[in-house]
């Protein structure tokens, strides 16, 4: 059909040839009434029977109303449930979004933190090195110093015995 060759894809003749170009005539009337007379047993086997169907009651009709209305009541339960599921998730939901909300401002905050981190200047390792050379002489003089206080303690001691 793509091609323009409507009838040899299998449309038909009385409606595609025109569309390849050719002169089409009408159907001859024993073809109407051919296809008038298919119509009509389609639509009779499809017609609706308008007698209705009388339904067979049984007897024990309050065993039946009883079933019925069991029915009824688990439908009613089963939507209640679903409503309350409903509910339910739309609580949890609703919690667990403003707990995502949370955590992208605490994550906001801590880019944040990060970035004045890395905007101030560092502390040059020779610094470091000297405070610790001058910590570390300080901490031994006084180390040398508590100790020679110590020695003469306990030569005092030594000389009262």
């Known amino acids: 059909m793509l091609a323009g060759r409507y009838t040899e894809s299998g449309c038909s003749k009385l409606w595609c040839d025109w569309r390849d170009g050719k002169v089409t005539h009408p159907p001859d009337v024993d073809s109407w009434r051919t296809?008038?007379?298919?119509?009509?047993?389609?639509?009779?086997?499809?017609?609706?029977?308008?007698?209705?169907?009388?339904?067979?009651?049984?007897?024990?009709?309050?065993?039946?109303?009883?079933?019925?209305?069991?029915?009824?009541?688990?439908?009613?339960?089963?939507?209640s449930n679903l409503s309350q599921l409903w509910d339910t998730n739309a609580v949890l939901h609703q919690k667990g979004q403003e707990y995502i909300t949370q955590l992208e401002e605490n994550i906001t905050l801590l880019e944040k933190e990060l970035?004045?981190?890395?905007?101030?200047?560092?502390?040059?390792?020779?610094?470091?090195?000297?405070?610790?050379?001058?910590?570390?002489?300080?901490?031994?003089?006084?180390?040398?110093?508590?100790?020679?206080?110590?020695?003469?303690?306990q030569a005092k001691d030594y000389a009262l015995f």
């Open 35 to 79: 296809l008038l007379n298919l119509f009509q047993e389609l639509t009779s086997k499809l017609a609706f029977d308008p007698k209705p169907i009388e339904p067979d009651i049984d007897k024990n009709l309050k065993a039946i109303r009883r079933l019925l209305s069991t029915k009824e009541t688990r439908i009613k339960e089963l939507e």
């Open 115 to 153: 970035k004045s981190i890395k905007a101030t200047p560092a502390i040059p390792s020779d610094f470091i090195k000297g405070i610790l050379a001058e910590s570390t002489q300080i901490i031994s003089e006084e180390l040398s110093y508590k100790e020679d206080q110590l020695s003469n303690i």
